[in-house]
């Protein structure tokens, strides 16, 4: 931004009153500091486990082999049922939003959909012989916002799509990508759009008219792999040269990039935790790296697994449950060792107090802001929503408010800008405008 160039900063507040409190807009993660154990180990698989996918509701998770076969387990340890597809190895296992089904790829261009409840299949799909060759992987299946349609893609290039309750009628290709095939995909978390990467780009797609709406570059960087917060504000892209690196969804841009320890043409699938504090990966040899999300530091490295390690994920919830699987037909849940708190002692008396010194003290509350208020309607009428100002802040001379358009003019493009407020935790919500562009968006207001 050159110096000379005009800055005009806009500040709105949902709040019709404004008072001033200092607020730091910084998001910072808490560390998760204590040791992984092994808290539930689930046997069944015959071959190396290749992929792990949580079902929405967090009552199941499922899992791939090298060999073809996919298991439905449960949070106890309990194998639900096995369901037997392509003698190829599960490349990528989707459920639907209810979890009700599941759908499995494959090698050879296939994609298998069966029912959770019943174990029936409802329908197989594969590339059209016609347009693409039948060896070639199908890396990635996502189910269309209501059920009942399944998208694909892989090898070939092609983005298919077919009716599930229609099992014998033909799948169609929606998107053809030349010769560079598709690597990955999946809904984001609000499942209106479908993600899916080519190269270096990962294309979002609206499921509802199957038109490409946005495009997300990411030099230098071919993605393999890649995963969504859970409020889908970012996405960590796994780069085929072991490269991890943070996009910003909305503006497109690289945050944070750091170096996973996957080495050149490595894989791994990723997965954030629950509340987007901690992001998961393998593909270093046997180790799996759980890392903070916002700065990319090592948290833990878990080197229990003795085969190779590229399936790992999340259970749903806040507590940190993580699943990982190997090549060694392990699949291991690990939690923290951290021992639960001892439950606390009520004493009725003091809670009884406790209740009235709070309110005591939400009275006292009240009686300052209706002063507060009283004050402001006894300001010259030119300026009403300002209160007392100071005319510096830390050696700084304090700019008003021009009190009819609600902005702020600047010569220097420098820019600090500090929001104040009345030091209430009160669901205040505050968006900053640059030359109205929204900077900081519709923040609530924690400090």
Same mark, same amino acid.
């Given at each position: 931004?050159?110096?000379?160039?005009?800055?005009?900063?806009?500040?709105?507040?949902?709040?019709?009153?404004?008072?001033?409190?200092?607020?730091?807009?910084?998001?910072?993660?808490?560390?998760?500091?204590?040791?992984?154990?092994?808290?539930?180990?689930?046997?069944? %698989?015959?071959?190396?486990?290749?992929?792990?996918?949580?079902?929405?509701?967090?009552?199941?998770? *499922?899992?791939?082999?090298?060999?073809?076969?996919?298991?439905?387990?449960?949070? +106890?340890?309990?194998?639900?049922?096995?369901?037997?597809?392509?003698?190829?190895?599960?490349?990528?296992i989707a459920f639907d939003k209810s979890g009700n089904k599941i759908?499995?790829?494959?090698?050879? !261009?296939?994609?298998?959909?069966?029912? +959770?409840?019943?174990?029936?299949?409802?329908?197989?799909? &594969?590339?059209?012989?016609?347009?693409? +060759?039948?060896? *070639?992987?199908?890396?990635?299946?996502?189910?269309?916002?209501?059920?009942?349609?399944?998208?694909?893609?892989?090898?070939?290039?092609?983005?298919?799509?077919?009716?599930?309750?229609?099992?014998?009628?033909?799948?169609?290709?929606?998107?053809?990508?030349?010769?560079?095939?598709?690597?990955?995909?999946?809904?984001?978390?609000?499942?209106?759009?479908?993600?899916?990467?080519?190269? &270096?780009?990962?294309?979002?797609?609206?499921?509802?008219?199957?038109?490409?709406?946005?495009?997300? #570059?990411?030099?230098?960087?071919?993605?393999?792999?890649?995963?969504?917060?859970?409020?889908?504000?970012?996405?960590?892209?796994?780069?085929?040269?072991?490269?991890?690196?943070?996009?910003?969804? !909305?503006?497109?841009?690289?945050?944070?990039?750091?170096?996973?320890?996957?080495?050149?043409?490595?894989?791994?699938?990723?997965?954030?935790?629950?509340?987007?504090?901690?992001?998961?990966?393998?593909?270093?040899?046997?180790?799996?790296?759980?890392?903070?999300?916002?700065?990319?530091?090592?948290?833990?490295?878990?080197?229990? %697994?003795?085969?190779?390690?590229?399936?790992?994920?999340?259970?749903? !919830?806040?507590?940190?449950?993580?699943?990982?699987?190997?090549?060694?037909?392990?699949? %291991?849940?690990?939690?923290?060792? #951290?021992?639960?708190?001892?439950?606390?002692?009520?004493?009725?008396?003091?809670?009884?107090?406790?209740?009235?010194?709070?309110?005591?003290?939400?009275?006292?509350?009240?009686?300052?802001?209706?002063?507060?208020?009283?004050?402001?309607?006894?300001?010259?009428?030119?300026?009403? #929503?300002?209160?007392?100002?100071?005319?510096?802040?830390?050696?700084?001379?304090?700019?008003?408010?021009?009190?009819?358009? &609600?902005?702020?003019?600047?010569? &220097?493009?420098?820019?600090?800008?500090?929001?104040?407020?009345?030091?209430?935790?009160?669901?205040?919500?505050?968006?900053?405008?640059?030359?109205?562009?929204?900077?900081?968006?519709?923040?609530?207001?924690?400090?």
């Open positions: 931004m050159k110096t000379n160039q005009k800055v005009v900063a806009y500040i709105r507040f949902r709040k019709t009153v404004i008072l001033f409190v200092s607020v730091f807009l910084s998001f910072i993660a808490a560390a998760q500091e204590d040791t992984l154990i092994i808290k539930k180990t689930f046997l069944g %698989h015959k071959d190396g486990v290749e992929c792990i996918t949580v079902s929405p509701t967090g009552k199941y998770f *499922a899992t791939g082999g090298s060999q073809g076969n996919v298991i439905l387990w449960d949070t +106890t340890g309990s194998r639900v049922r096995e369901f037997k597809g392509h003698s190829t190895k599960v490349t990528h759908a499995a790829s494959y090698g050879y !261009g296939v994609v298998y959909i069966w029912s +959770t409840t019943t174990g029936d299949k409802y329908r197989s799909t &594969n590339y059209l012989v016609n347009k693409g +060759t039948l060896s *070639a992987a199908t890396n990635f299946s996502a189910f269309s916002a209501d059920g009942n349609a399944i998208y694909y893609g892989g090898g070939t290039s092609y983005l298919c799509k077919a009716v599930i309750n229609q099992p014998d009628s033909d799948a169609v290709i929606i998107h053809e990508f030349g010769t560079s095939p598709i690597t990955c995909g999946m809904q984001t978390p609000d499942r209106k759009y479908l993600a899916f990467s080519v190269d &270096n780009t990962v294309k979002v797609m609206d499921m509802k008219t199957d038109r490409i709406v946005k495009e997300i #570059k990411i030099p230098e960087c071919k993605i393999t792999s890649f995963c969504f917060t859970s409020d889908g504000k970012k996405l960590a892209v796994w780069c085929d040269d072991g490269k991890i690196k943070i996009v910003d969804y !909305g503006y497109g841009k690289e945050i944070l990039g750091f170096d996973a320890g996957g080495g050149p043409n490595s894989f791994s699938y990723m997965a954030y935790s629950k509340d987007d504090k901690f992001l998961v990966s393998g593909g270093d040899r046997y180790n799996v790296n759980v890392w903070d999300a916002e700065t990319g530091e090592k948290k833990h490295t878990i080197t229990y %697994h003795t085969g190779k390690t590229i399936a790992v994920n999340f259970f749903t !919830g806040m507590e940190f449950k993580l699943l990982t699987g190997s090549y060694d037909k392990k699949i %291991h849940l690990w939690g923290s060792d #951290k021992k639960p708190e001892p439950p606390k002692v009520v004493d009725a008396n003091k809670e009884a107090q406790d209740r009235v010194d709070l309110g005591r003290k939400l009275e006292a509350q009240k009686k300052f802001n209706e002063q507060e208020v009283s004050k402001a309607k006894n300001l010259p009428p030119d300026d009403p #929503k300002v209160y007392k100002i100071p005319k510096e802040w830390i050696g700084r001379r304090v700019l008003p408010v021009d009190s009819t358009t &609600n902005k702020m003019t600047f010569s &220097n493009g420098n820019l600090t800008i500090r929001l104040w407020d009345d030091k209430i935790l009160d669901g205040d919500i505050v968006s900053v405008y640059v030359n109205d562009s929204c900077v900081v968006c519709n923040y609530e207001l924690k400090a």
